[in-house]
């Protein structure tokens, strides 16, 4: 025999055993087992900024998953962007679905912390999460809040 009728046996002999499980046992070795039903389903936010007027510095970003930690300047997380063009993404991934805001700034000068003018008005160019807007202070959380599915979400925010 030679070799190429040898691996037409041996194809052969593979699908008649293939063909010869019963159809349920294929269709169960296809379903999702207990441990994959139930293991723990996460979230990724995209993150899109528009409305740079300055490419330079960064945007320092906080991620809030509670009204008690977006209250207390507690973030979930934080993310340093650093700023090249007119607008920046970024992509946070492993978030665990619930309800979530963003609160950020542009750090335009590139000196860590939110510049204000002397009456503690911020000089440097900040936003919320839908785009909310505060009066003498933040943006409430009731307007930044947004609810993340598991899977991919996406969120923009204008920059003032």
Do not use: C
């Not at 750090?107 to 204000?116: F, K, L, Q």
């Amino acid at each position: 025999m030679t070799r190429r009728s040898n691996n037409l046996t041996t194809a052969l002999s593979i699908a008649a055993l293939l063909m010869a499980q019963p159809i349920a046992a294929l269709a169960q070795a296809d379903a999702p087992s207990a441990t994959t039903a139930e293991a723990p389903q996460t979230a990724s936010l995209t993150l899109t900024f528009d409305g740079i007027k300055t490419p330079t510095g960064a945007l320092m970003v906080a991620l809030y998953d509670s009204q008690a930690g977006y209250e207390s300047g507690k973030a979930a997380r934080q993310e340093m962007i650093v700023v090249t063009g007119e607008s920046a993404t970024r992509t946070l991934q492993g978030l665990a679905p619930g309800t979530y805001a963003v609160k950020l700034f542009h750090d335009v000068n590139g000196d860590g912390r939110m510049n204000a003018n002397p009456f503690g008005m911020p000089t440097e160019p900040y936003a919320f999460s839908n785009d909310a807007k505060g009066s003498m202070g933040p943006a409430k959380w009731d307007a930044a809040s947004f609810t993340l599915q598991a899977g991919a979400n996406a969120q923009t925010i204008h920059i003032d």
